[in-house]
């Protein structure tokens, strides 16, 4: 089920833009606009044209609840089919039926879950989003026996069915449930799988409210002496500062919060990963990154290669620490000497209104619709919610809906030139989505991570372009290549980083071995020491930062992203010298999107992908390229992803 499969398991894909360029940092660039002396504002101090405008969704929360009433009455509805898939019409009345029930879940729970995140801390929101996971997890176990009913018909019966005219729409999502035949259990163990739907998000839960909610950092003077409240947010301010002691101070003072609560901590991490490890060997897994893989549909080969790869890249990485190091006049270099810029005396600052307009002339290239749509949705939409408050969940995402706008949580800082790409990041995530929504019917608009950071990063690319074109002197163009190679340390290197700790720490857990405090450490301290290079000066505190990654609490999916910032990196230069011929292929990627997708028309011949994926739909007008699908309908959530899930929160952030 396409909602729950998003909102309540495994955190993170807001991921996408939080955790690279910073790193394990990833919330930190949640930065607020307002004066960061003093406390954050509540949430109703915040002006509603700064907010997102969810009533595109509900208008109120009576009119939700009216809804989500009527919808968890359909949940017995299930049964009705239940020993007769077997007959087309009735496969084809299950899937009609399960599509709307999905799709009016999607509406239920995006709105709740938005809500949430607006404010943490706001029990009633809290609740709903808990309503809407309790209804998702029973209708799973009401459905739970359709994948082994389809899996028990003949091979011979199988071709025949799914080649039924009446089942064609769903035709992807029959054929990636034939996929999981060797994985698939009994339907009484289906059932029972089904039912720790609510436990398995535990973790996810805990680290959320635990992180954004309860954790306090305390106040800190800046360098106008002024008593600032340390947060996720302006902690990104105090790593800018180019005064080493504020940058020193304030990463020692952070950590403190997270060293304080580090039991806690890695008791959340070690229960997500024992989940993991748990659902993949009740699904005959051989471990879980391979069960993960299986999930999107990615091979094994890319994790294992990308991780050997990097490490024959990194005295390259360990060169530029140095470089870094003697260029800012350093006596060593230190995790907080790591994100200000070398040229530090450069200043930006762009309102958000500033911000659209740099990044509407950066995107040009993509012609007046794109440009004409978002400019429309960021500035009198009000698909973003623009700056902190207290209580707001912490980062940056893009969370498109089928029946609602292509929404963007922001935590905006004008003193930030990092958040205006923050904002075209997620902003390609929400055009991607809206595309796919005016050319996709529901079961078909979904997308995978591995693809979705195309539509992203490209934007981060076209406007590094248009910056490099439009500087005044080569000082500017200078400390714009500085943020190109520390986005590239932060997105290729760091992520594979926590991709490999993924991999150490749930073969640890799959051999027996018990994952505390300790353990965590030195598994992340010994990859510290790798991946930042023998002249590099490592903090103790700067282990604890395993323990405070959100999504290593949605297990695997940093690797799924960096295939994706790898392909706008060669069509980046072609945007310029060839726009509209780019654009049309562009266009023609994010509208030919198919569920849960993993290629589209940036990406590899389908030749080359597994065989599971012939029947993937081809982009209309680019006949040499595929796209492949996988199921969005409950029968496939309810008997997988509702409670094993892609471990992310969200694909595209």
């Not at 018909?153 to 035949?181: M, V």
């Not at 504020?246 to 403190?256: E, G, N, P, W």
């Not at 950071?453 to 500085?482: G, I, Y």
């Amino acid at each position: 089920m396409r909602f729950f499969e998003r909102y309540f398991k495994g955190e993170n894909k807001i991921l996408h833009k939080n955790d690279n360029l910073f790193g394990a940092f990833a919330d930190f660039k949640c930065l607020s606009q307002t004066d960061t002396t003093g406390g954050l504002p509540s949430r109703d101090e915040v002006a509603e044209a700064d907010t997102w405008d969810l009533t595109y969704l509900y208008k109120s929360d009576n009119d939700w609840e009216t809804d989500f009433v009527a919808w968890e009455k359909q949940i017995p509805q299930y049964m009705q089919f239940q020993g007769k898939l077997a007959q087309i019409d009735t496969l084809a009345a299950y899937l009609n039926f399960d599509l709307v029930f999905s799709r009016q879940g999607e509406k239920i729970g995006s709105y709740a879950f938005l809500k949430s995140a607006q404010d943490v801390a706001n029990g009633q929101y809290q609740e709903m989003t808990a309503r809407v996971q309790n209804v998702a997890v029973r209708a799973s176990q009401s459905s739970s026996y359709m994948r082994p009913e389809l899996l028990a018909i003949a091979e011979a019966d199988w071709q025949k069915l799914i080649e039924a005219p009446a089942l064609s729409p769903f035709r992807l999502n029959l054929e990636r449930i034939a996929s999981f035949r060797p994985h698939t259990l009994s339907g009484n163990e289906e059932q029972l799988l089904a039912m720790l739907g609510e436990f398995a998000a535990g973790p996810s839960k805990i680290f959320g409210q635990l992180n954004n909610a309860d954790l306090r950092f305390g106040f800190i003077k800046d360098e106008n002496d002024n008593e600032v409240e340390l947060t996720n947010g302006t902690f990104m301010v105090f790593l800018n500062k180019p005064q080493r002691e504020f940058r020193k101070a304030a990463f020692h003072q952070f950590y403190k919060a997270y060293d304080d609560h580090k039991n806690t901590l890695a008791a959340t991490l070690n229960s997500s990963i024992q989940k993991d490890n748990y659902y993949a060997q009740a699904r005959k897994f051989d471990n879980a990154l391979d069960a993960a893989m299986f999930d999107e549909e990615v091979p094994r080969v890319v994790y294992d290669n990308l991780i050997e790869g990097i490490h024959e890249a990194m005295p390259a990485l360990h060169r530029y620490y140095d470089l870094r190091k003697r260029k800012m006049g350093l006596p060593d270099i230190r995790f907080y000497d790591t994100y200000v810029p070398i040229l530090s005396d450069i200043k930006m600052h762009h309102s958000w209104e500033q911000a659209v307009d740099l990044v509407m002339e950066s995107l040009q290239p993509l012609g007046q619709e794109y440009c004409g749509v978002l400019r429309e949705g960021l500035l009198t939409r009000r698909w973003a919610d623009r700056y902190e408050n207290r209580g707001k969940r912490n980062g940056a995402f893009s969370a498109g809906t089928y029946d609602g706008l292509p929404y963007i949580l922001m935590n905006y800082q004008p003193d930030i030139i990092e958040d205006v790409f923050t904002l075209t990041h997620e902003a390609g995530h929400s055009m991607h989505s809206w595309y796919s929504v005016h050319n996709q019917p529901f079961q078909y608009y979904d997308y995978v991570i591995f693809v979705a950071e195309v539509a992203s990063t490209f934007n981060e690319q076209l406007l590094t372009q248009h910056l490099l074109k439009v500087a005044d002197n080569d000082r500017q163009r200078a400390w714009l290549v500085n943020r190109e190679i520390d986005s590239i340390r932060g997105t290729i290197f760091r992520q594979t980083m926590f991709a490999e700790f993924e991999k150490l720490t749930h073969d640890a857990a799959w051999a027996g071995e018990p994952l505390t405090v300790d353990r965590f450490r030195d598994i992340y301290g010994s990859l510290l020491k790798r991946y930042f290079g023998p002249d590099f000066a490592i903090d103790d505190e700067l282990t604890l930062e395993c323990l405070r990654i959100r999504i290593f609490i949605a297990g695997f999916t940093s690797i799924n992203t960096r295939p994706g910032f790898r392909r706008p990196l060669p069509c980046r230069n072609a945007s310029s010298t060839a726009a509209k011929k780019n654009a049309t292929n562009i266009f023609h990627s994010l509208k030919a999107v198919a569920a849960r997708n993993r290629s589209t028309c940036f990406a590899v011949p389908v030749s080359t992908w597994p065989s599971r994926n012939r029947f993937a739909p081809r982009c209309k007008n680019s006949p040499h390229w595929s796209m492949t699908s996988n199921s969005c309908c409950n029968g496939l959530f309810f008997h997988h992803e509702v409670h094993e899930g892609p471990r992310r929160f969200f694909r595209k952030e």
